[in-house]
């Protein structure tokens, strides 16, 4: 019998794929390990990659397989590629600057690895691997000097452990879905970026995006339709955008694919990661003196049509100024404001209370039927020039443009054309009823958030965010806003159409935990003026940029504690989705050695729209109790004692 067990165990072994590593790639501090594989355990034949993480010297494979290969026009770059050769391992170390995000001073730093493989028909394809502290990144490229040729699939694709759980967001145009937590689930379809997964077997989280998308290429998603384990990079539905443009892209050779990335680690690297920055395209904005983040007020949340009313848009200038707040939006339906003036009369007014104004664009064109006003003016080149000239004369420093509903390549093209025209008017820009960030606002830093999130602006749609805000507030943190800002339009007090059960304390935590370069905050005036000092002192005082961002506690779905730090000074935003209080213990050991900091900490009272406001000095070693209420939050600076 054992002989026997011996021998079918042998058998068994025999007819096993065997895989031969070629390449390995592993990251600066030796925590993350990229393979790659041939699956034929030749030179020739189709690769993939393999992701591995070490901790505590137990090293894992976190993604057993990513599918490589593309199939272009004229043919096929995924089955008979030839490893031609392997390039020198060189160190990336690259320091940039944000002027606005999760961290001011970033560290581009990778070990990278070239691959250079041939068709069966002699033509290139380099694969181009990095691996980072925080994860792991790789791209095409075809080196050929000329061509030009559609691309008709990209086969990448991420096999994924069924045993990892998972947080998804359901396909839609506008990237404003919720997501759903899953483990081994079924359901088979489209989904958004970016992607999270936790893998149970090694404790190790990670995170599935797309950076430096260009006009070479258009924006992708990730589908399970054919195998539910294997999210596959997919090109967008030909009916987007009206079933405008075309849903392939057409590439120019010398070409590079946008990055594939993979940020891991703990839920701290993932939250803190500049991963998706790190790698897309430095500035093309050489001065950039006049691009300011910033709070705006913003009418439409509280009043849908405000805008039309002179008064109304007043009323929210004079809050920005009262609240110290840089900026105004003027959203849509500007060109039809009466009751007492017009736009230029409310741009005048503005002015001369000391707050800058933000002007509302639709899109245009046939690839939205919304049609709202005023719409088609960003449409063209020579529209932009037309309205940005005359934006310019009156002082209109930024704007809104609202309703893509596409990620085809022609949209990508639309999206930077709008930056780069910008950009030569010195035009803040930011974008609704969009794409999710690919690390544009470190190329265009004139992009200063975008939409892409179910936010408060459905309290208005519906009754579902009543319900579901408190536990989606803690798992955007974790998903969406990780890759890049996020105009959720937070702080609500009042209420708009339908209710919001989250506590006073939570609603204030939102203006640190949720990072937007234009952080505009919803609620109308009387919902401010009427908070307590301290809580009015805060949101007049909360940065829109931050140096450097620490995730202290929480996890997706339950809560969340984050520290983001502007100057010397310190601010922290913790929020609840638990329907029972609870008590969460608050420490400091992320402050500097022998430093005192005096504490304002306003946090959840005795009901859900009242304030408990404590006063202390704390240092690096203090700790402290603070109860939530259910659903609940706070807010805390840490000013430096001299």
Not at 27 to 41: C, E, G, W
Not at 197 to 208: A, K, T
Not at 273 to 297: A, F, Q, R
Request: net charge negative.
């Amino acid at each position: 019998m054992i002989k026997y067990k011996t021998f079918m165990a042998l058998l068994f072994l025999s007819v096993m794929p065997v895989f031969s590593q070629k390449v390995s790639v592993v990251s600066p501090n030796n925590r993350i390990t990229v393979d790659l594989i041939n699956r034929q355990n030749t030179d020739s034949g189709e690769w993939f990659l393999k992701v591995s993480y070490n901790e505590k010297n137990t090293t894992s494979t976190v993604i057993p397989e990513i599918v490589l290969g593309l199939t272009r026009s004229d043919q096929d770059f995924s089955k008979d590629l030839k490893l031609l050769k392997t390039g020198k391992q060189v160190l990336i170390n690259e320091r940039y600057n944000l002027l606005h995000g999760k961290r001011s001073d970033c560290s581009n730093s990778a070990n990278e690895t070239i691959v250079f493989f041939e068709n069966s028909q002699k033509a290139k394809l380099n694969l181009i691997i990095r691996a980072y502290n925080d994860g792991i990144a790789f791209r095409y490229e075809f080196p050929d000097k000329e061509g030009s040729f559609i691309v008709r699939d990209e086969l990448t694709s991420y096999n994924i452990p069924a045993t990892a759980k998972r947080w998804l967001e359901k396909w839609n145009t506008a990237n404003e879905g919720l997501y759903s937590v899953m483990n081994d689930d079924n359901t088979q379809q489209s989904w958004c970026y970016p992607a999270l997964f936790d893998s149970p077997d090694n404790d190790c989280w990670f995170l599935l995006h797309e950076a430096d998308v260009d006009r070479n290429y258009c924006g992708s998603k990730l589908s399970n339709i054919a195998d539910k384990s294997s999210y596959k990079i997919t090109f967008p539905d030909p009916k987007d955008g009206n079933g405008l443009g075309e849903s392939t892209p057409t590439i120019s050779l010398p070409w590079k694919s946008p990055w594939r990335i993979v940020i891991m680690g703990t839920l701290a690297d993932i939250v803190e990661s500049t991963l998706v920055h790190d790698v897309s395209s430095p500035s093309v904005i050489k001065n950039t003196e006049w691009i300011k983040p910033g709070l705006v007020s913003w009418n439409y949340w509280s009043n849908n049509h405000g805008t039309k009313d002179f008064k109304i848009v007043c009323d929210f200038a004079d809050l920005a100024a009262s609240m110290d707040w840089p900026y105004t939006l003027i959203d849509w339906e500007w060109d039809a404001m009466s009751n007492g003036g017009n736009l230029d009369d409310a741009v005048k007014y503005i002015h001369s209370i000391g707050v800058k104004p933000l002007l509302w664009y639709n899109s245009g064109g046939p690839h939205t039927g919304v049609r709202s006003t005023p719409r088609d003016r960003m449409l063209t080149h020579e529209n932009r020039v037309e309205e940005f000239t005359k934006l310019k004369k009156m002082g209109i420093v930024g704007v809104k443009v609202d309703f893509f509903e596409s990620e085809k390549q022609d949209m990508i093209k639309y999206y930077l054309d709008i930056l780069d025209d910008a950009a030569k008017f010195e035009m803040l820009v930011y974008f609704h009823g969009c794409i999710v960030p690919r690390g544009w606002e470190r190329t265009y830093p004139n992009l200063m958030t975008l939409e892409a999130v179910r936010g408060a602006e459905w309290y208005n749609n519906g009754p579902d965010l009543t319900t579901t805000a408190p536990e989606h507030n803690t798992i955007l943190p974790f998903t969406r806003n990780v890759v890049g800002p996020m105009d959720y339009t937070p702080v609500t007090f009042t209420n708009s159409q339908y209710p919001h059960i989250t506590s006073y304390g939570h609603e204030l935590a939102l203006s640190v935990v949720f990072e937007s370069g234009l952080q505009h905050l919803a609620d109308r005036p009387e919902g401010y003026y009427s908070l307590p000092d301290a809580a009015r002192t805060f949101l007049k005082e909360v940065p829109a940029a931050w140096d450097d961002t620490k995730l202290l506690d929480g996890y997706p779905g339950r809560d969340l504690i984050i520290a983001r730090k502007k100057g010397t000074n310190w601010y922290i935003g913790g929020i609840s989705s638990e329907r029972f209080e609870r008590t969460k213990n608050l420490n400091f050991d992320f402050l500097p050695e022998n430093k005192k900091y005096k504490l304002t900490l306003i946090a959840d009272g005795k009901h859900d729209k009242n304030f408990s406001v404590q006063y202390k000095v704390i240092d690096k070693s203090s700790s402290l109790s603070v109860k939530l209420l259910r659903r609940g939050g706070f807010a805390a600076v840490l000013k430096p004692i001299d």
